[in-house]
């Protein structure tokens, strides 16, 4: 079974880092659209966050399924990965559901340990890096408890959901599947689930 390696998750942070610091705005808007390609559904899934518990909430969600991805993109280098599907990813939060669900006093417990511990197996360098940097994000103030408490499932969802595609498990389409898309107006609003127009978000990067 693939796992991604303490390396790939270093190198995924410091990218993403020097990303942040540069402001590349371009690059962004590159990878944006390329996971936008490549995971629709995973965007709707993240996205999905921001409708209960506001923007600021699903920006943070939208964040960090986009690292997960870009963490188990580095498995496939050379290769892609497999596109999650709408089955996969409710699939997958059964599984996180389940799971949860038989750890005793979960309420109780801050956001970044509600965690269970036979789905941390299954990977254990990404949900340790996970844990730490909601860990650092509350305790630096760059997000509040509760925004923690909301997207920390649904990364937990993502993981599995990767890692269940990876492993064959529950298999995702693969890449090259040819996806019927829909012509988005300028006007129209984001299919990534901002809430903005298409032309104030990701159309601006199209232009």
Request: aromatic share 4%.
């Amino acid at each position: 079974m693939p796992v991604v390696s303490p390396e790939m998750v270093e190198a995924t942070i410091a990218a993403f880092t020097r990303l942040d610091q540069r402001g590349d705005k371009k690059k962004m808007n590159k990878l944006a659209q390329r996971l936008q390609k490549e995971q629709p559904h995973l965007l709707q899934h993240a996205a999905g966050v921001r409708t209960e518990h506001g923007d600021a909430t699903g920006e943070a969600a939208v964040f960090y399924a986009t690292l997960v991805w870009a963490m188990f993109d580095r498995v496939g280098e050379g290769g892609t990965l497999p596109r999650l599907t709408q089955e996969n990813l409710t699939d997958a939060d059964k599984v996180v559901t389940d799971s949860l669900a038989a750890l005793p006093g979960l309420a109780d417990k801050p956001a970044q340990e509600r965690v269970a511990p036979n789905l941390a197996e299954t990977q254990p360098h990404v949900y340790a890096k996970l844990v730490e940097l909601i860990s650092e994000d509350v305790k630096e103030a760059a997000m509040t408890a509760e925004t923690a408490s909301a997207i920390i499932k649904p990364t937990q969802v993502v993981i599995e959901a990767f890692d269940a595609a990876l492993s064959g498990r529950r298999p995702g389409e693969r890449q090259g599947t040819v996806v019927a898309e829909t012509k988005v107006g300028r006007n129209d609003p984001c299919p990534c689930g901002s809430g903005k127009k298409y032309k104030k978000c990701h159309g601006e990067a199209a232009t």
